[in-house]
């Protein structure tokens, strides 16, 4: 809150000569609001053998000090120092400032301190700072004032505290301050990493991770969350989460498997690159509530190559708003995805326990897995345009001269077998569409739903403008042939991209196999289309190959697309059953 002083004090603030040093160390710290102080991330590397923060904060290169209002708040005036936890005397010194800064000598030591040389309104403020060797080994905490006039200002402003390691290879910005512009929405991280590893699992802690029984202090490609109780009465409770993502990694408690009502902290960047945790309340498929992040403590982050962490103490009540308070079995939500300028966007993964679990019992929770009806999904659209339909295309385009001259129903056999097939390629992929929308019952976001959109829509298109054609001695013919033909094409590259998004959704596997074996499989039927279609052009062009010989080779190529067609669409059936 701003607090109104004396003319004499108004004067000690706002000077900008020595004694304004001595005055800042002396002045109470009131409660504040509406004003922010950032550590920025120096993303340069630290010389070898030199002291390093793990906010990547060294002795030759300096840090990045970030003075933020809101807009609607400005501040005129301000004076900032570092300063060993616990002292009133300035450490380190600062090297550069803005145009309307200047440094000042606090304590005798030059450059220790900076302020400002005008009264212009500001919002932001950066400077730089690096500390000295002797300096090394003391947690170190940035102190600043702000002036908003002559009757308001705000002091003791404080950064998280900063913590002198040996060399680390978690290096994350911190950002935030108690308060930020945010407030009861944000806490304050500590600039040191989280350190989480699966360490204690089902000893002291309940775990949850995708893969399974991951290690996130060894496998980068781990998403883990863990709880341990720290008191009798389960009133506090230590949390850790952390996994790769562009945005944020989040856990949730729920009454059920499905989003909607649950209890979520989200550890995310901010619109400046760092680490925030903050605390929401999901109501479906929309942006979660922000919540004021209550009683929270020893809060740690870290971000490095996409890997965020968050570790905390709450003693905030679980609360689902359907359930009493002496409920204790929630089921834990997972979910990540990306952010844009701090706002999260929708997930683009999430996993769920199989069943509730009580947070006091320490456990390695499992994960429930996929829904049956979306490996049901999956497993429709693989069989649609990775099989049936590929099959449908090699007989329309190559096997028109396999049972030359004989019909069925008054029609062409190849013709016969080409509408069959593709006919339960479209039903498919119409019942696989209807399954996918029935268990999400909204939309997933992302791309894959898109293209399957894409694919459903194109697919139905395709037979209606087939029973729309003209004759086959019709002077426009070749229209529909080439529109059939391309949309075909168009259809078959959609379906491939759409079952690669959908597999990385599903594909849990550290490795990713699933994306690999896929790969394969495309590999696999370019190959043979390709040989196919020599084969085919040869035989027009070749005056002496007999006929059958051609019908031959061609019908040696389909059945070894067959049957490497089917061992790759087995492989990917399975790994679908055991996603």
Same mark, same amino acid.
């Given at each position: ?12 603030v ?31 590397m ?6 390093l ?14 003075l933020?209002?809101p ?29 309307d ?12 301190? &900076? ?18 060797? +002797? ?6 905490? @940035?102190?600043?004032s ?6 308001? @200002? ?25 308060? +930020? ?22 000893? !002291?802690?309940?775990?949850?991770s ?8 060894v ?25 790769? !993502?562009?945005?944020? #990694? ?6 059920? %498997? ?10 995310g ?6 680490? %925030? ?43 689902? %708003?359907?359930? +009493? ?16 300028n ?59 001269g ?17 509408v069959?097939?593709?006919? #339960?390629?479209?039903?498919?992929? &119409?019942?696989?569409?209807i ?20 694919v ?32 075909a #094409? #168009? ?11 959908g597999?990385?959704?599903?594909? !849990? ?24 279609d020599v084969?085919s ?30 061992? @790759? ?11």
């Amino acid at each position: 809150m701003a607090v109104k002083v004396s003319p004499k004090q108004q004067q000690q603030v706002l000077n900008l000569a020595q004694d304004v040093c001595q005055a800042a160390a002396k002045i109470p710290t009131p409660k504040h609001t509406g004003t922010a102080l950032h550590i920025l991330r120096d993303t340069r590397m630290c010389g070898e053998g030199e002291g390093l923060f793990q906010s990547s904060i060294c002795r030759v290169l300096p840090a990045g000090v970030q003075l933020q209002a809101p807009p609607s708040a400005p501040f005129t005036g301000f004076l900032l120092q570092a300063r060993a936890v616990g002292g009133r005397s300035p450490v380190g010194s600062f090297t550069r400032t803005p145009v309307d800064a200047q440094f000042l000598s606090c304590s005798h030591t030059p450059n220790s301190a &900076v302020s400002h040389t005008s009264d212009s309104a500001k919002t932001s403020v950066t400077v730089t700072w690096r500390t000295t060797r +002797s300096d090394e080994t003391k947690p170190i905490q @940035f102190h600043a004032s702000f002036v908003q006039s002559f009757t308001t @200002f705000w002091v003791g402003v404080t950064s998280p505290t900063l913590n002198f390691t040996g060399p680390s290879t978690s290096t994350g910005p911190s950002t935030g301050t108690g308060p +930020s512009t945010s407030g009861a929405n944000t806490v304050p991280p500590t600039a040191s990493s989280p350190g989480i590893s699966s360490s204690s699992c089902g000893v !002291s802690k309940v775990c949850l991770s995708q893969p399974s029984n991951c290690d996130p202090a060894v496998d980068t490609n781990c998403y883990f969350m863990s709880a341990t109780v720290l008191t009798s009465s389960d009133a506090a409770v230590h949390y850790e989460i952390c996994g790769p !993502s562009d945005g944020y #990694v989040s856990v949730g408690f729920s009454d059920d %498997q499905i989003m909607g009502n649950d209890d979520i902290y989200i550890c995310g960047l901010d619109h400046m690159g760092g680490v %925030q945790l903050q605390h929401a309340f999901s109501t479906g498929r929309t942006t979660p509530q922000t919540l004021p992040l209550g009683h929270v403590s020893n809060v740690s982050t870290s971000v490095q190559d996409r890997l965020i962490s968050c570790s905390f103490t709450s003693m905030n009540a679980i609360s689902t %708003q359907r359930t +009493s308070a002496s409920n204790t079995s929630y089921y834990i939500m997972f979910a990540h995805g990306p952010s844009a300028n701090g706002q999260i966007q929708f997930h683009r993964g999430t996993f769920i326990s199989s069943q509730k679990v009580d947070l006091s019992k320490p456990q390695l929770v499992t994960n429930a897995g996929l829904p049956q009806i979306i490996k049901a999904h999956g497993a429709l659209m693989l069989i649609a345009w990775m099989s049936t339909g590929s099959v449908g295309m090699i007989v329309a385009r190559y096997l028109k001269g396999v049972a030359k001259g004989r019909s069925l129903w008054g029609k062409d056999i190849w013709f016969v077998v080409h509408v069959a097939v593709m006919c #339960v390629t479209v039903a498919a992929t &119409v019942i696989a569409f209807i399954l996918s929308f029935s268990s999400v019952k909204g939309w997933s976001g992302g791309a894959h739903p898109v293209l399957g959109c894409l694919v459903m829509i194109l697919s139905l298109l395709q037979p209606m403008v087939a029973l729309l054609r003209c004759g086959p001695q019709h002077p426009l013919r070749f229209l529909f042939n080439w529109s059939h033909v391309l949309n075909a #094409v #168009v259809i078959k590259a959609l379906a491939v991209a759409a079952i690669f998004t959908g597999l990385q959704r599903v594909d !849990s596997s550290s490795d990713q196999w699933l994306i690999k074996v896929m790969g394969g499989f495309v590999g696999w039927e370019t190959l043979l289309f390709i040989l196919l279609d020599v084969n085919s052009k040869c035989s027009v062009s070749g005056a002496d190959a007999s006929e059958s010989l051609k019908i031959k080779a061609g019908l040696l190529l389909v059945l070894l697309f067959c049957l490497g067609n089917s061992a @790759f669409l087995v492989a990917l059936l399975v790994g679908i059953g055991m996603s």
